[in-house]
């Protein structure tokens, strides 16, 4: 994966550094479609169709190489002596990997802004049949992305007045770019501070556990939401069932017939909740909501004349507009099914939190013998010593290292634009370089932080509740939906991503890749272009010293965003109000927590 030459290469030597590059790159393309094979089938539910599957491991797939093939690039790009001077010059000639990053970049923002939009749409619309769904998913992926098509040609247009001549791909690149940029900075300036805070108080579980009962409110209330909404779609259903009329019931319109027994099937199965859902049935809801939502149409029964004007409205009725409202309901009962499952899913993972938690707190019981069964005895122990003396130094370990990774980072944000001594990347760098043989310890040791930075934009990206039941859940809970929702983020973020890294790396070759080379297109484009840079950087360090004093969470409680740090914030008194409901609510889902008095010594000393 490194070239060694001091002077231009041979034909030979560019014909075995290809077949090299090559060769590399089969296998990292290998191990990366294992790996989204692998969180595709963590990830997908069993209903979820094979085709959705394989595009969504396509994305993971595509959006993971960009992390891999940058320090391929780094290791690629190497001094020469080109013109004999004595000096180091860089080619971009030994460096294959222009055509690779052609390929990611162009692939991905297919994905991103046409397929996979495309597919979610499809997913979430109300036909019954495959061809239906698609029409009605392309419609709506066009006419979402009209505005932005209108912006992108009325910019193109300007900028070829202003500069007198024509550059559609620049553009392109630019403002696709930029919108992955803006999110990035959002994202991490948040991440960098959340993701070492976060493992340092995973070494304190009495405060998460005081964590999990603060927002066990929140999680109770929002189920107790979805199981309403999902009853007053089942209701509406219910409704407009009875008011198809008998004609229709008899006609010989095949997929009309069709419609209504698929909508009534779809009904009749999301009815079937479990036990504990059904609990939080209430019909004193459903006769509000009925009032409400209905109120017009049952006074207007009410004001009815008899039969005759039942006739007239039974006759006025047509078929079209009954399927429309069949779609309509079975698009609304879709949405509120996958409320219902997100939901669910927060709140059974939130109490198992709370037994894990409460079990770490008041300390791990050393397990027994268990007969025919060393294995598990032998796990057990393991579990236990873990527990008692590894976990919290552990976390702590990790919170200081990730911690140090975040300052680093945050120095390259700072002096992005200008020259230092202080470049903490390239210094770690320089270690693995042996005169421009750069080979696998030296792609390791650039692609860290790569990965840091994107675990930092993600976990802060995911814990935004406003995705409701486009969030991924593990253990094969995820919809189709949600994983075309995320692989289309995945692949719009990463490439951003990686050109901010590479920026902030500062490294003697940095600039002289064939990313760099790809990406420096982007310098004719004005503002938006390269000098954007300067100005990103700014935007990521606020926010850093924003979630460092906790205004962040604020801000998300004011403008009314759900986010788990905005459910935090309050006062003593209305925090310890939360504790109190949270205790009640949690231990009506918890069997065999412990004695009430370690308990509350636990609520005490957090």
Known sequence: LFHTAPAPPAPQGIAMALMALINSLIWVGAVLLLIS??????????????????????????????????????????????????????????????????????????????????????????????????????????????????????????????????????????????????IVSLLLGYGLVALPRSLWRQAKPEVELRRAQIMAGAADEALFDAVWALQDCEHSIDLELAKIDPHFQSSDDVYYKFCVDELRRRKIEASALSPELEKRRTEEYRNRSRTVDYGEDANADEGANGQEEENTNSSSISTTQTLDRLVLLNSELTHTQERLHNAEQQWNALVNRYKFLVEISLGPARPGLIANSQLRTLGSNLRYAWMKYFRSTAFRISAIATGCISIAILIGEATIDHETRVKPFAIVLGLF?????????????????????????????????????????????????????????????????????????????????????????????????????????????????????????????????????????????????????????????VEGIGSVGGEDRILRNS
């Open 433 to 589: 370089d042996n005169d421009g043989k750069k080979g696998i310890p030296f792609q390791i040791a650039a692609m860290i932080p790569l990965v840091y930075m994107s675990i930092c934009v993600y976990s802060s990206l995911f814990k935004l509740s406003a995705f409701g039941p486009f969030c991924l859940r593990g253990n094969q809970q995820s919809n189709g939906v949600a994983l075309a929702f995320n692989a289309q983020l995945l692949v719009r973020l990463q490439f951003p991503l990686a050109y901010n890294f590479l920026h902030i790396l500062k490294y003697k070759t940095s600039d002289e890749t064939a990313f760099t080379g790809f990406m420096g297109v982007m310098d004719g484009v004005p503002f938006l272009g390269t000098p954007f840079q300067v100005y990103l950087p700014w935007t990521i360090l606020a926010l850093c010293a924003i979630t460092t004093l906790n205004v962040y969470p604020r801000l998300l409680s004011v403008l009314g965003f759900q986010h788990e740090d905005a459910i935090l914030v309050g006062d003593a008194e209305t925090l310890d109000a939360k504790v109190s409901e949270g205790i009640r609510l949690l231990r009506k889902h």
């Open 37 to 182: 094979a692998f969180l595709v089938r963590h990830y997908a539910s069993p209903r979820t169709s094979l085709w959705i599957q394989f595009l969504v491991m396509i994305s993971f797939a595509l959006a993971f190489s960009g992390i891999t093939l940058l320090p391929i690039d780094l290791s690629l790009t190497t001094p020469i002596d080109g013109d004999g001077d004595g000096g180091n010059d860089y080619s971009q000639s030994v460096n294959d990997t222009n055509l690779p990053w052609h390929i990611l970049f162009w692939s991905p923002f297919l994905l991103a802004w046409f397929i996979l939009p495309l597919v979610r749409e499809m997913l979430l619309s109300g036909h019954f049949q495959t061809k239906k769904m698609l029409k009605d998913g392309l419609r709506k992926m066009l006419k979402g992305q009209l505005i932005l098509l209108t912006v992108v040609i009325i910019f193109i247009i300007a900028l070829a007045i202003h500069e007198h001549s024509l550059n559609v791909i620049p553009v392109l690149i630019t403002l696709g770019n930029t919108y992955g940029l803006l």
